[in-house]
């Protein structure tokens, strides 16, 4: 039984193992945010370092190698992510990460970059000229690869371009289509796919999650993501946001930037794009996806829009979502989202 592993990863870990016959100097793990995908590379990360790895190719977890890796100490291992991450290590994230000891330190009066710097890709050149531990290999996992900035895309492609001999890259991204292609090329891409729901509400309600089908639903079948709302208690937040969506007016728009305006923003626009979503999909098939409670509301705001005006709204918020880490003001910036929905159907 696997341990570090999740369920519906098995034919994803099978399908990594026909590659390490030939194994390329960098692997690109994508898919959709939520399903493990983090935990999944470590877990491979750590599988190459393991001094005896198991017949299926998974780490033993006894060797030194292990033990080091666990601890966030093995001197073939680097982990380079947004600063953020760090932060958010006491209750991992949607996506199966890890916590990192090593890296709490005294906080800072400046606030943790969302970035990957061109400092931290730097950085790896003292880690890759020198001589692996034992001659074996050495291993940089990097994620979210959409973090990266330009400068330090730019410097990480250089490297990708010529790798270092012994040297295996892991990066992990939500949206490949926000990376560069000339860094898309140089990787070998490997895709992971939602479970299927059966075995997403199997493992959720192992879990012990009360209405695992709804959770499940409003995050697009992403179990990770489903259970990191449920134990965070984020339904408040999401049914507010709903009843407003529900029944949109201008008054109610300002009173519930007004409440909300302390959320994460990606997750309020992320909510905005599944409903929109569902209403497009109504239009077009009579169809639900993420939002099956609201059935009535949802067919009744699909019988007041256009399809001409409902794809302007998908438009308009998808372009919001590229900038909802940096509002000038989360409250007017949820305002004038919610104003904008609410002129589709008047």
Not at 275 to 280: C, G, M, P, S, T
Request: proline letters at 6%; charged letters at 25%.
């Amino acid at each position: 039984m696997n341990t570090k592993i999740f369920p519906w990863q098995n034919g994803a870990w099978h399908r990594l193992q026909q590659m390490r016959a030939r194994l390329p100097h960098a692997i690109l793990i994508h898919g959709p945010e939520g399903i493990g995908k983090t935990a999944f590379a470590e877990w491979f990360a750590q599988s190459l370092l393991c001094e005896s790895p198991l017949a299926d190719g998974q780490a033993c977890g006894q060797c030194s190698s292990c033990g080091w890796f666990v601890q966030y100490s093995h001197p073939d291992y680097r982990r380079v992510r947004p600063e953020v991450l760090d932060e958010e290590d006491g209750a991992g994230s949607a996506d199966g990460d890890p916590p990192d000891e090593s890296k709490k330190t005294a906080k800072s009066a400046k606030a943790p970059s969302k970035e990957i710097k061109i400092d931290q890709i730097r950085a790896l050149s003292d880690f890759m000229n020198i001589s692996t531990h034992r001659q074996g290999r050495r291993v940089v996992l990097l994620h979210p690869a959409e973090a990266l900035n330009t400068i330090a895309a730019n410097s990480l492609l250089k490297t990708l371009e010529e790798p270092p001999p012994a040297t295996v890259f892991l990066l992990v991204a939500h949206n490949i289509d926000r990376l560069l292609p000339t860094i898309l090329s140089r990787c070998r891409q490997f895709s992971m796919a939602l479970p299927s729901a059966d075995e997403a509400l199997r493992w959720l309600q192992a879990q012990g999650i009360a209405d695992p089908d709804v959770w499940l639903a409003q995050r697009g079948g992403a179990p990770l993501a489903a259970l990191a709302s449920a134990q965070t208690g984020s339904g408040e937040l999401i049914d507010e946001l709903l009843a407003h969506l529900a029944r949109p007016s201008t008054e109610g728009a300002l009173k519930t930037a007004e409440r909300l305006q302390k959320a994460p923003l990606s997750e309020l626009v992320a909510l905005l794009q599944r409903w929109l979503y569902d209403i497009f999909s109504i239009k077009l098939s009579g169809r639900i996806r993420y939002y099956p409670r609201y059935r009535k509301e949802l067919d009744a705001l699909a019988k007041q829009s256009d399809m001409t005006g409902i794809l302007r709204a998908i438009k308009s918020v998808n372009e919001r979502q590229a900038i909802s880490e940096h509002p000038l003001s989360a409250k007017l910036f949820i305002e004038d989202m919610l104003l904008d929905y609410s002129t589709l159907f008047s």
